[in-house]
């Protein structure tokens, strides 16, 4: 049973860092083939994909974000961290992390998801 | 890749067929295994998405069979035959052909 649980702090203010954790369980980021991504959604828009790290330390991040954007390793084996830097108010969103996988060379989309995290940017 | 969905937003009868379409802006059919790298999300109020359709047919476990997709190459369809209330929701689609994902600006099905 895979399940994933998003964590860090509901506000955060203009310039800020953000610092949001993945708890998984049911799979191991060491297995190869296995992927944690984060996508973010504001209130009431659609899905934006922000980054993704992969079992071998391989990592992606969407473009137009890179520069702000780090993902991780937790502390545990078990969690993923994502940092983002300089948060605006229009970073208020609610951001999910989801599990991905690849069999047999052949990579699937986003097969499990997190409850999801809202975070507010505001004075 | 660019995802763009069509309509934005439409009303269905209960009982009766909707029918979602999204068009990528790049071919996402890889040849290697002749399968289009193309998902459907279904997301309802204050969930997270789920997982509905890959490989733009395939369904996953546990989805119901009168939800179908179809295309292939740039251009995909959600279709959803006998339309119930559960069905409710917002439908986004999803290319994972590139390494850097991307999604549709999502549907809005309303009975």
């Known amino acids: 049973q895979i399940t994933l649980k998003e964590s860090g702090p509901t506000l955060v203010k203009p310039t800020q860092t953000l610092t949001l954790t993945c708890t998984f369980s049911?799979?191991?980021?060491?297995?190869?083939?296995?992927?944690v991504g984060w996508i973010r959604q504001p209130p009431g828009k659609a899905l934006e994909w922000l980054a993704l790290i992969y079992w071998d330390d391989d990592k992606r991040y969407s473009p137009s974000l890179k520069s702000r954007l780090t993902v991780t390793e937790g502390t545990s084996k078990n969690q993923v961290v994502l940092t983002m830097t300089n948060m605006d108010p229009v970073d208020t969103a609610t951001y999910y992390c989801?599990?991905?996988?690849?069999?047999?060379?052949?990579?699937?989309?986003?097969?499990?998801w997190g409850q999801g995290a809202l975070v507010t940017v505001s004075s | 890749i660019v995802m763009t969905q069509s309509p934005d937003s439409l009303a269905v009868s209960l009982g009766e067929r909707a029918t979602i379409n999204c068009k990528s802006s790049q071919n996402i059919l890889y040849r290697s295994n002749n399968e289009n790298y193309l998902a459907w999300y279904q997301q309802k109020p204050g969930q997270p998405p789920k997982l509905l359709i890959y490989?733009?047919?395939t369904r996953e476990s546990g989805v119901p069979d009168r939800f179908s997709g179809s295309g292939s190459g740039t251009d995909f369809t959600l279709t959803i035959n006998s339309l119930q209330a559960e069905d409710v929701a917002v439908y986004y689609c999803q290319q994972y052909y590139d390494t850097l994902p991307s999604f549709g600006q999502g549907t809005k099905l309303e009975i």
């Open positions: 049911g799979f191991s980021l060491t297995t190869r083939g296995v992927g």
């Open positions: 490989w733009a047919s």
């Open positions: 989801a599990h991905r996988r690849k069999e047999n060379g052949i990579w699937y989309p986003f097969d499990f």
